[in-house]
């Protein structure tokens, strides 16, 4: 399955019909930019990128990790089901790779295919054979905010907000919403991963982070702009994984 780019002039009609506005607050997502010029990107994924690539599983509920990585590929990331990889020649695109074994590729391209064009998203110009090649979100999620004390506006919570809004009116579902999914680029909110968008179980985090947000770093935080401590914000997600175990098996 191929998922193609639009076009500036297909462009144009997708945000008529989206209500995408023409003139992007994003303007590294503009969802008017033309299509990135893919098959050289393609070429060096297949002969460079994927032969010398190692990912290794070791559990589901953890990260995967990269054993090896050609050059000069470079990882931004590693979820529990793909590492995110980059090009330096490719600075607007990254190639997200599914682990071996690890699902959701196929879910990932249709909640893309449902998004469209969004500011708030990023956009899949090509499925391949477990990779996908997504525009490149560039910010720094809300989790390095706290920790770098670098001041979260309340624009963002409401640009997430209508990005989820937006999503939900597409049929999707605002799943596993976190600090570390979000990020702030320009003053603006930006959501980085939305592949569980198509569960459908109930999911508090965001509605959670918002209240947090509000209640605790917006009086207490935000106005002597302190730094949060990794381990702290670490052991903070530690205990609300455990919150959230109680609150399913509870059925709350």
């Keep these: 399955m191929r ?7 297909r462009g144009l009609l ?17 969802p008017m930019a033309p299509a990135p010029p893919l098959p050289e990107l393609l070429e060096c994924i297949h ?16 990260p995967v990790r990269v054993l090896s990585l050609p050059r000069p590929w470079r990882r931004l990331g590693c ?25 959701g590729l196929e879910q990932e391209a249709e909640v893309y295919r449902r998004i469209g064009l969004h500011p708030a998203f990023s956009q899949c110009f090509h499925v391949g054979d477990g ?5 490149r979100l560039h910010g720094t999620t809300l989790y390095d905010c706290l920790r770098r004390g670098i ?12 990005a989820l809004a937006y999503a939900t009116g597409r049929g999707l579902h605002a799943h596993d919403v976190h600090g570390r999914n979000v990020m702030l680029h320009r003053g603006r909110g930006l959501i980085v991963d939305i592949s569980d968008f198509l569960n459908p179980e109930p999911c508090r985090a965001w509605r959670d982070l918002r ?24 052991g903070v997600r530690r205990g609300y994984r455990q919150l ?9």
């Design 3 to 9: 998922t193609p780019a639009p076009g500036s002039g």
């Design 211 to 234: 209240w947090a947000y509000r209640t605790v770093y917006r009086p207490l935080i935000a106005p002597l702009r302190l730094r949060v401590p990794g381990a702290v914000l670490d």
């Design 47 to 62: 002969s460079q990128l994927l032969p010398g690539l190692r990912i290794h599983c070791p559990d589901p509920h953890d």
């Design 14 to 30: 997708l945000c008529a019909i989206l209500g995408v506005p023409t003139r992007c607050c994003h303007p590294a997502l503009c």
């Design 244 to 252: 959230r175990r109680l609150r399913k098996a509870r059925g709350a």
């Design 151 to 162: 001041p979260i506006p309340p624009r963002v919570i409401a640009d997430v907000d209508g």
């Design 131 to 135: 990779y996908l090649v997504l525009r």
């Design 79 to 103: 979820g529990n089901y793909a590492a995110v990889l980059h090009h330096p020649h490719h600075p607007e695109l990254v190639v997200k790779v599914y682990g071996p074994g690890r699902p």
